[in-house]
């Protein structure tokens, strides 16, 4: 059995929408055009390396719909997204929830570094995402 036939697709769109909205949180961060070119190649350099589940439900249906407005607004949409996503796949896929965690932070770091280095606030941004995916205290 897949992942695709017992993750539902709205469970699937939250994976997403964690993985490439921590992207999107990272590169809006410290915006730039030519930046925006620079991190979209290394985020997704890291994205292709996901495999097995993770991959699958990175790669079916549809892409996530994030706000555009502000940081906050996103923020309000991805960072609880990373949260159910690590809930989703500790109970569906327990094996898969350290490989999506360090996907996800690596892909954040990557975009982080790949233009001028790592601005204050995208770290900020990444140290952001590595809390939403922490396990709960």
Known sequence: ??????????????L????????????????????LIRESFAASGVMSEASGPVMEALTVGPLPKLPRDSTL????????ALR??????????????AGYR???????????RADRGVAPAEAEMVDR???ALAEPA
């Open 129 to 131: 995402i590595r809390g």
């Open 73 to 80: 607004e996103i923020e309000s949409v991805v960072l609880p």
């Open 16 to 35: 997403k929408t964690g993985a490439f909205g921590a992207v999107f949180l990272v590169s809006n961060a410290d915006p730039g055009v030519f930046a």
């Open 102 to 112: 360090s996907l996800v932070l690596a892909a954040a770091e990557q975009v982080a």
């Open 84 to 97: 159910r996503a690590v809930e989703i796949l500790r109970e569906k896929a327990p094996d898969d929830v």
């Open 1 to 14: 059995m897949t992942m695709e036939q017992w993750l539902t697709d709205e469970e699937r769109l939250t």
